[in-house]
Structure formats: structure tokens, C-alpha cells
T-cell receptor, first 110, second 114 residues
Framework: GQQLNQSPQSMFIQEGEDVSMNCTSSSIFNTWLWYKQDPGEGPVLLIA?????ELTSNGRLTAQFGITRKDSFLNISASIPSDVGIYFC??????????FGKGTRLHILP | DVKVTQSSRYLVKRTGEKVFLKCVQDMDHENMFWYRQDPGLGLRLIYFSYDVKMKEKGDIPEGYSVSREKKERFSLILESASTNQTSMYLC?????????????FGNGTRLTVT
């Protein structure tokens, strides 16, 4: 079945650093989504990408839909303590189930 | 703003009990989903529903059933709870499948079966 490979699995960074994570797949998707999950909460949608090559920002977050439609990345600039959590990518095709990556756990060192 | 509400944040149940996890969404979404989340395994789809009275098995339906009596409500049922069903359960909803609408999640129910 379809799978998403999300990397890295976890990251330890200093406050103020930029962060980059990505997802790759052997299958193409029409939509790429990025979610964030705070500890003890449900995932919250950060960015939705609907077009190959699309680059979308949401505050300090920037995500891109890869040209091949098989990958996407998420960047966070100037990280702050509240960025801590798990970031999930997800790929979706029309009339099909959404596929989730296993998540990137972001830790910020004091 | 989409609101998906799960009835309990934390539940502790005994092995063999019948457990109901309830979920309500207020955005008139057609699709509703139940996932479980476990460390190292990510989000796994248990059941989903694209319409009232309709249900489809996800990737791990064994030991679970669901009920979609009304459009806004989707309940997950553990017929006879077992310790391996201790997990975080997440309900989600979205618009019609053909719109490629993203999922909106509730805050989760952390279930412990002892």
C-alpha cells in the first residue's frame, strides 16, 4: 500500500534555529497536508498544498508541494518554545484515504 | 472554525467492558473517521463513514465497531475492551471526499484498559 516516509523522526534544536523536515512517497498525491500535534492534544492543520510546485507560508512556517508530487517539505524559521510537538505530513488523493507519515518530534533545548 | 468534540479526554476501563467513544462535529461534514495513535506506529485508521448509516473498515477494524446515527455524530465501540486497545483515539471529520478536503481532528481520548 501507499506509504509516506517522514524524516527526521526527531530533532533537538536550539531556540532561534531554523527547522526543516520532509516527506517522500513512491506514489503521487494531489494534496499534501502538514499538521502539528501538541502534547495531549489532537493534530491541528497547519498548511494545505493543492498544486505541484506550490509554496505556501503560514507565519514562520513554509511548506512546498514537490514538483514530482511525491514529496513535500516543511520549514520553520526562528523556532520558539511553543513550536515543540509532533509534526505530521499527509498525502491525499481525491476519493481516496488520507495517508499519514509517522511524524517528526521536535524538541527545543533551552 | 471547525469544531470536533470528543466526549472524554481520559477514560479508564476494565478488560471485557463495552466502551463507547463519542464524537460530534459542528460543521456539517459528510465524512467522519476514527484513528488510534500509538508511539512508533503513527496514526492508524480504524473505521470511517462517508454518510449517515454508512460505515467502512479502515486498516485495523478488528475489535471495534462504529455507529453513525446522525450526520454530526460518529461513535466508536469497543465490544469487549482488551489491554492492547489502550491507546490515544482521535476522531476527525472532513467535507465530501471529492473536494480533497483536509481532516479536522478532535482533541483525542486517551483510553487505558486495565
Amino acid at each position: 500500500g501507499q506509504q509516506l516516509n517522514q524524516s527526521p523522526q526527531s530533532m533537538f534544536i536550539q531556540e532561534g534555529e531554523d527547522v526543516s523536515m520532509n516527506c517522500t512517497s513512491s506514489s503521487i498525491f494531489n494534496t499534501w497536508l502538514w499538521y502539528k500535534q501538541d502534547p495531549g492534544e489532537g493534530p491541528v492543520l497547519l498548511i494545505a498544498l493543492y498544486k505541484a510546485g506550490e509554496l505556501t507560508s503560514n507565519g514562520r512556517l513554509t511548506a512546498q508541494f514537490g514538483i514530482t508530487r511525491k514529496d513535500s517539505f516543511l520549514n520553520i524559521s526562528a523556532s520558539i518554545p511553543s513550536d515543540v510537538g509532533i509534526y505530521f505530513c499527509a498525502g491525499q488523493n481525491r476519493d481516496d484515504k488520507i495517508i499519514f507519515g509517522k511524524g517528526t518530534r521536535l524538541h527545543i533545548l533551552p | 472554525d471547525v469544531k470536533v468534540t470528543q466526549s472524554s479526554r481520559y477514560l479508564v476501563k476494565r478488560t471485557g467492558e463495552k466502551v463507547f467513544l463519542k464524537c460530534v462535529q459542528d460543521m456539517d461534514h459528510e465524512n467522519m473517521f476514527w484513528y488510534r495513535q500509538d508511539p512508533g506506529l503513527g496514526l492508524r485508521l480504524i473505521y470511517f463513514s462517508y454518510d449517515v448509516k454508512m460505515k467502512e473498515k479502515g486498516d485495523i477494524p478488528e475489535g471495534y465497531s462504529v455507529s453513525r446515527e446522525k450526520k454530526e455524530r460518529f461513535s466508536l465501540i469497543l465490544e469487549s475492551a482488551s489491554t492492547n486497545q489502550t491507546s490515544m483515539y482521535l476522531c476527525a471529520s472532513s467535507l465530501l471526499a471529492e473536494t480533497n478536503s483536509p481532516l479536522h481532528f478532535g482533541n483525542g481520548t486517551r483510553l487505558t484498559v486495565t
